[in-house]
């Protein structure tokens, strides 16, 4: 789904002492399952449920190691691990071990822009999974865009991610009348470059509502989250410079990580 010009903010983290994490964790001697794995689970399920909440500093290896009584090897291990299931992430130039967050954008609402081209803007990876996706003829959506009820469009449900973090849980519909060749189109990558370079169509302006909603069963389990959140969902009909809609999508943009701004002038 398309965005808008955009800058980031970063929130400030949670800190969790050695000793604060210590009084949730249990390591059984007399287990088969060696103390990494042990480590790891617990920690892994700290973050499932909520404990440890996205963003969270974590004690560093040898305040960890000391604080249960283990060698630094068997913490740097089961981080190890983590950091790989994308459970944990390193700090980079400020050092330590947090809990996986999701990147956190402050986008203006001022230009039509595409999520690709939103998240590379920000120096962000972006990357897309098709979740469904299938030629439909529905008698409401046509409507939306003027056509017949037995008109053809393309319906993608994706989940959009930036650095491997799901972002926004998206459903669009394409026309196929206005653009054909999106028929051959897999779904992956920016709808907005595949209309400009296989259909020779730009979407130049949108009509689009923000309203605040919970994340839905779906919705929840996509962007990892232990229980229902706060989320924004977008709704937004595109259409070119003669005013032909071509895209409608609803999106579900994750409330942890988007913080809407309006640029207002006299």
């Known amino acids: 789904m398309p ?9 400030p983290p949670t800190t969790i002492d050695a000793g604060e994490l210590l009084g949730r964790l249990r390591l059984e001697t007399s287990s088969s399952e060696p103390y ?9 399920a700290l973050v499932k449920s909520g404990a440890l909440p996205a963003g969270s500093n974590l004690p560093s290896e040898r305040d960890l190691a000391e604080a249960l009584q283990v060698s630094r090897a068997t913490v740097k291990r089961s981080y190890d691990g983590l950091r790989q299931a994308q459970v944990l992430r390193s700090r980079g130039r400020r050092g330590g071990t947090a809990v996986h967050s999701a990147p956190q954008v402050s986008p203006v609402l001022q230009q039509l822009k595409g999520f690709t081209d939103e998240m590379r803007e920000l120096g962000l990876v972006p990357s897309t999974r098709v979740l469904a996706r299938e030629v439909v003829r529905d008698a409401a959506v046509a409507a939306r865009f003027g056509r ?14 930036a ?8 459903t669009a519909w394409y026309d196929l009348r206005a653009a054909p060749a ?10 907005y470059a595949y209309l400009r370079e296989h259909c020779g169509l730009h979407l130049t302006w949108a009509d689009q509502s923000i309203e605040a909603v919970v994340s839905s069963p779906e ?20 259409y070119t410079a003669d005013d032909r809609p071509v895209e409608y999508a ?15 002038q006299t």
Not at 149 to 161: C, I, S, T, V, Y
Not at 219 to 238: D, H, I, M, N, Y
């Open 219 to 238: 919705e929840t389990a996509a962007f990892g989250f232990a229980q229902p959140q706060p989320c924004l969902l977008l709704k937004r009909l595109s």
């Open 36 to 44: 990494y794995l042990q480590l790891q689970r617990q920690i892994e």
């Open 148 to 161: 017949r009820a037995d008109a053809p469009f393309l319906r993608l449900l994706r989940l959009r991610l």
């Open 182 to 191: 999106l028929a051959q189109w897999p779904g992956d990558g920016s709808a």
């Open 3 to 11: 965005t808008s010009s955009s800058s980031s903010a970063v929130l």
């Open 250 to 264: 609803q999106g579900c943009f994750r409330g942890d990580a988007y913080r809407y701004r309006l640029r207002l």
């Open 163 to 170: 650095d491997g973090s799901p972002m926004s849980r998206e």
